[in-house]
Nanobody
Framework: VQLQASGGGLVQAGGSLTLSCAAS????????TAWYRQGPGIQREWVAR???????FYADSVKGRFTIARDDAKNALYLQMNSLKPEDTGVYYC???????????WGLGTQVTVSS
């Protein structure tokens, strides 16, 4: 199983970025998927979740600004981030938990830096 996150970068506050997570060896439509982030000196925190059934959940800190989505044809997960704030800075990781087995898979992170 491989999850490859991409799309991070440097953006000014108020800007937007879209993160992508390409998956292989796992079917994302049959998995609970999520984005996490880890800021400087902060523990990794959950950002958004998308169930295999299509339900979405967001951390209060990103609600209304971030959107998690999945493209089943491409077997990819996305995180659209708008109105970015400096506190959104961190390494963003995608995660997938297959519905049928007790496993959890993580991709390498992608760095997001929001300047004030």
């Amino acid at each position: 199983v491989q999850l490859q996150a991409s799309g991070g970068g440097l953006v000014q506050a108020g800007g937007s970025l879209t993160l992508s997570c390409a998956a292989s060896g796992i079917i994302l439509s049959g998995s609970g998927t999520a984005w996490y982030r880890q800021g400087p000196g902060i523990q990794r925190e959950w950002v958004a979740r998308l169930t295999s059934g299509g339900s979405t959940f967001y951390a209060d800190s990103v609600k209304g600004r971030f959107t998690i989505a999945r493209d089943d044809a491409k077997n990819a997960l996305y995180l659209q981030m708008n109105s970015l704030k400096p506190e959104d800075t961190g390494v963003y990781y995608c995660n997938a938990d297959p519905d049928t087995i007790q496993s959890s898979y993580w991709g390498l992170g992608t760095q997001v830096t929001v300047s004030s």
